[in-house]
């Protein structure tokens, strides 16, 4: 017998999905829904869409490492772009109630005011050099060119003082300082749950010496880096770190007898790519670089993995070992304590900069999130429970769940469930069929 082919019944559907989540998730879900002629309300809740992964950096060396942080910017771009795509920024889902099989959701989503226009704003930059209190900053430039954010509670108006000059610096009337908060009531055939993850805080342990360590960073701070100035500097003193260690699995693989609930016994599966990459990008930026990483196992790296480490070897040096504390060294150093398995000897290095290899825990109002849709959670607190097809399901009929709010997972990964999610709901919604309904 012939396969069955799929066939998509119209460019045009009068269907609507909502989607909650503007990282790389659930960006995927609207702009692929939107392809196939779907119209997608994309809600999130911070000013900007872009998630986590719209704020990284480029890691490229000599040659492109395959951060794919590019191949999420240019998604969160063409969602901007599209006409089938209305994004709904600061906003909260207020209400979510089933209202029968034909048409079977009834949405509010209730935003705040932001104040700027961004279809109207050109990017110019005037109102950043108008306010008096630096409220208005440019976030996530990649995605948003030079288009600001303002933040309303720096805003002169929001301690009851009178003040316009940002909406009359602007040369394109952009700035709506009377923008009053909205609520949106939407019906939606189907609902695809993408609102993430939040990184490990190391602060809670204090043998990380994060907080208390000058030249101690997190790899989000080190992304953070990568996007403001392109490289990885000491926080100290701006300046090029020559010996510089990774630390991985902080937060993660955690299994000691007094683990705490922040920590996490699962592997976060995006760490050691990433710390890999950034150790390959600071050699490729010093020659006299000299990067260590200490790890307990490295995880998903993939086939290219040899090839990687004979392109930076001899300056990479890989120490299997989980550092018990890190210490302020002399003159803004750092220094790690580890037991040198090979040595069978409790040893020490000082490093001009340690990154800690932070990892994924659910996002912080998951469990709330969880009881309101009536969505089960697994035993680390991440959405939905596995099904037969390997998606993690919300055991509701039409509601989906995608990215890293299932599981942790790098972009790549996250891209293609949310592909395998859109093949499902365009199924469920029907507006996949197998051929039938469009001859008919
Ligand atoms: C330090 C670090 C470095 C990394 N580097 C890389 C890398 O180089 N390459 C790579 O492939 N992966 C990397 N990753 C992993 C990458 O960040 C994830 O794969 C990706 O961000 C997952 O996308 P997501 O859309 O599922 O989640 P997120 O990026 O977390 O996006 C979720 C979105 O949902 C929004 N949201 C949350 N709750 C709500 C709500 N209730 N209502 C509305 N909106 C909501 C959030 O504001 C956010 O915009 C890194 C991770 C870390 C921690
Ligand atoms: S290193 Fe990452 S962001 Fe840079 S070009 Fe390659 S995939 Fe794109
Ligand atoms: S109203 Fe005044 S204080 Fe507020 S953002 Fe505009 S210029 Fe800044
Ligand atoms: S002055 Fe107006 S157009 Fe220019 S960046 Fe500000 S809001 Fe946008």
């Known amino acids: 017998m012939a396969p069955q082919r799929l066939t998509i019944m119209s460019g045009s559907s009068s269907k609507r999905v909502l989607v909650l989540g ?31 992964a719209g704020a990284m950096g480029c890691k490229a060396a000599e040659v492109c490492l395959r951060c794919n942080v590019c191949v999420a910017v ?37 935003t705040k005011p932001g104040f700027i226009k961004m279809e109207r704003c050109t990017g110019c930059g005037v ?13 996530l430039p990649a995605v948003y060119g030079g288009k600001p954010v303002m933040d309303a509670d720096a805003c002169l108006r929001s301690k009851g003082k009178s003040c316009a000059l940002c909406a009359k610096a602007c040369p394109v009337n952009a700035i709506d300082l009377d923008e009053k908060p909205h609520q949106h009531t939407l019906e939606a055939d189907a609902l695809v749950v993408a609102v993430g993850y939040q990184p490990f805080d190391p602060a809670i342990d204090a043998s990380f010496g994060y907080g208390s360590v000058a030249n101690v960073i997190t790899g989000l701070e080190a992304e953070r880096q990568l996007v ?13 770190p020559r010996r510089i260690a990774f630390i991985q699995c902080v937060g993660s693989r955690s299994e000691h007898a007094h683990r705490r609930p922040e920590d996490m016994d699962y592997c976060s599966a995006v760490c050691c790519a990433y710390a890999l990459r950034m ?16 790890y307990m196992d490295l995880q998903n790296f993939g086939k290219d993995f040899n090839a990687f480490l004979n392109a930076v070897k ?19 150093t750092v220094s790690v304590r580890y037991e040198d398995q ?10 001009d900069l340690v990154v800690l290899a932070i990892g994924i825990r659910p996002a912080p109002d998951t469990l709330a999130l969880a009881e309101r849709l009536r969505i089960p959670v697994d035993e680390q607190g991440f959405l939905g429970v596995k099904g037969a097809t390997g998606l ?49």
């Open 392 to 440: 993690a399901e919300s055991q509701r009929p039409r509601v989906f769940l995608a990215g890293a709010c299932e599981a942790p997972k790098d972009i790549a990964s996250s891209i293609s469930q949310a592909e395998s999610v859109c093949a499902a709901v365009l199924g469920e919604c029907g507006i996949f069929d197998d051929g039938q309904a469009a001859r008919r």
């Open 127 to 139: 109102c950043l050099k108008a306010c008096p209190q630096g409220c208005l900053r440019v976030l």
């Open 279 to 294: 150790a390959r990008r600071l050699l490729h930026e010093s020659e006299d670089a000299a990067v260590t990483v200490f």
């Open 228 to 240: 403001q100035q392109r490289r990885i500097t000491r926080p100290s003193d701006g300046a090029a």
């Open 314 to 332: 001899p300056r990479l040096t890989l120490i299997r070992a989980r550092p018990y504390e890190v210490t302020a060294g002399p003159q803004d």
């Open 74 to 110: 240019d998604i969160f771009k063409s969602v901007l772009q599209s006409s089938r795509v209305q994004v709904i920024t600061r906003a909260h889902l207020a209400a979510f109630e089933s209202r029968g099989l034909a048409s079977p959701y009834r949405a509010v989503v209730t």
């Open 342 to 351: 090979a040595q069978g000897a409790v040893t020490g290095a000082v490093f």
């Open 22 to 52: 503007g990282g790389v998730a659930g960006s995927t879900v609207a702009d692929r829904l939107a392809c196939a002629g779907v119209d997608v309300t994309l809600v999130e809740n911070q000013p900007l869409i872009g998630g986590h």
